[in-house]
C-alpha cells in the first residue's frame, strides 16, 4: 500500500524574500487542502495560550491532514514565528447568505508598510491575498468584494491585535480588538475606523480588551438586537466557513 505523501515543511532561507515566503507557507497549507470532512481533526480553543496552540500546530505539521480557517490561522502564526518584520493579526468576518449567517477567519499580514493574507476557505478568493495592500481597508474592502462573488453579504468584520512572536508566550490571541458592524455604517465610516485603528496597531499603543474587561469590545455601528453569547468555539467551527 502507498503511504500519501506528505509535504515538507517550508523552511525559511536567507534568500528569500516576505512575498516569497508567504507564497511558501500558503503554497504548504493548500498541499494539506481544505478540509471537506464535516469533522474537525484538530481542537482549537480560541482562549487558549499562544504556546498551547503552537503545540497544536506542530501536531499538524506532523499530521498532515485537511485543515480549515481557523487552523490555518494558527498554523500560519506557527510558520510565521521568528519574522519580526511579519506582523500577523486575526480577521474575522460574519455574513449573510440565504437566510443563513457564516463565519470565517483569516490571518492578517503587514509587512514593510503593506497588508495581505493568508488562510484557507472553500474559494480561493476567501483565503489568502498579496502583500500589496497599502491599507488595511483596501485589504478589508476586497475581501468584502470577493464575498460579493458569492453573494454573501458582510455583516461584521473582527480585527485582533498584533500576535506576539514569543511562541511560548502564555498570552492567548486577542481576536476582536475592534469589531465593525459593516452592514450599519457608511464605507467611508468603516475606512476611517479601520485606519484609526491600525495607526493604532502600527504604534503598538493597544492593549487587549481582555486585559480591562473579558467581555468588552471596541465596537463601532449600532446593532438592533441584543448582544449575544457567541457559540462555542466547537460548535462554532461546524457553520464556520462555509463561504
Known amino acids: 500500500c502507498i503511504q500519501p505523501s506528505v509535504p ?3 523552511n525559511y532561507r536567507l534568500s528569500m524574500s516576505i512575498p516569497e515566503w508567504l507564497q511558501a507557507i500558503q503554497t504548504y497549507m493548500k498541499m494539506l487542502q481544505y478540509n471537506h470532512t464535516g469533522t ?13 496552540l503552537m ?3 506542530k501536531e499538524m505539521t506532523r499530521e498532515s491532514l485537511p485543515i480549515k480557517c481557523l487552523e ?4 500560519g502564526i506557527y510558520l510565521t514565528n521568528g519574522q519580526p518584520s511579519v506582523e500577523r493579526f486575526p480577521i474575522s468576518f460574519k455574513t449573510h447568505f440565504s437566510g443563513n449567517y457564516f463565519h470565517h477567519v483569516v490571518l492578517g499580514i503587514y509587512c514593510n508598510g503593506r ?12 483565503m489568502d491575498k498579496p502583500l500589496t495592500y497599502r491599507t488595511l481597508s483596501d485589504l478589508i474592502f476586497e475581501f468584502e468584494d470577493s464575498y460579493k462573488k458569492y453573494l454573501h453579504s ?8 498584533y ?19 459593516v452592514s450599519k455604517m457608511m464605507h467611508t465610516e468603516v475606512r476611517k475606523e479601520l485606519e484609526k485603528f491600525a495607526r493604532d496597531m502600527r504604534m503598538k499603543i493597544l492593549k487587549p480588551s481582555s486585559a480591562h474587561s473579558p467581555m468588552k469590545e471596541r465596537s463601532r455601528g449600532k446593532s438592533l438586537s441584543p448582544h449575544r453569547r457567541q457559540a462555542s468555539p466547537q460548535r462554532r467551527a461546524c457553520r464556520r466557513d462555509k463561504s
Open 8 to 10: 515538507p515543511v517550508p
Open 40 to 52: 474537525q481533526f484538530f481542537e482549537i480553543r480560541k482562549t487558549r495560550p499562544l504556546s498551547g
Open 55 to 57: 503545540e497544536t500546530a
Open 72 to 75: 490555518a490561522v494558527i498554523l
Open 115 to 126: 497588508y495581505g493574507s493568508l488562510g484557507m476557505s472553500r474559494r480561493s478568493d476567501l
Open 154 to 161: 458582510v455583516k461584521k468584520v473582527k480585527i485582533g491585535l
Open 163 to 181: 500576535v506576539p512572536h514569543e511562541p511560548h508566550s502564555f498570552q492567548p490571541i486577542e481576536w476582536k480588538q475592534l469589531v465593525l458592524n
